[in-house]
């Protein structure tokens, strides 16, 4: 797989530049957007919007002047990472909860 060397998120830097900047930093560190961008694998803009939403990371800062602490965005990948598997346990087969209802239902007709 090829990496990516394009200037990433108008920082004039590739992503891999961005994450060897952050690579020592202790988790208690603050980085600009550029750098948690790409340390989530999102881009700048994505930060901006979400930020815009009262959504995605803690951030700390205003304007210009945005930082987001590294320990923060373990934390929001992890809690995200736990509703992603909670959402597949949900499922079975691709069939949401009322799908399965359905079905039980389409059964039972079937049978009776």
């Not at 998120?9 to 530049?17: F, L, P, V």
């Not at 952050?22 to 901006?48: C, E, K, N, R």
């Not at 009322?98 to 007709?109: H, I, Q």
Request: proline share 4%; aromatic share 8%.
């Amino acid at each position: 797989m090829p990496i990516n060397f394009t200037p990433y998120a108008g920082s004039g830097k590739s992503r891999a530049d961005l994450l060897a900047e952050i690579a020592g930093l202790p988790l208690s560190a603050f980085i600009p957007t550029a750098h948690a961008a790409a340390y989530l694998g999102s881009s700048a803009g994505v930060m901006t919007n979400w930020r815009a939403q009262r959504r995605g990371p803690r951030y700390y800062g205003k304007n210009e002047f945005v930082r987001y602490r590294i320990s923060d965005l373990d934390e929001w990948m992890s809690a995200r990472a736990e509703e992603s598997q909670d959402d597949e346990s949900s499922t079975d087969i691709g069939l949401n909860e009322s799908d399965k209802r359905n079905n039980g239902a389409m059964e039972c007709r079937a049978n009776g």
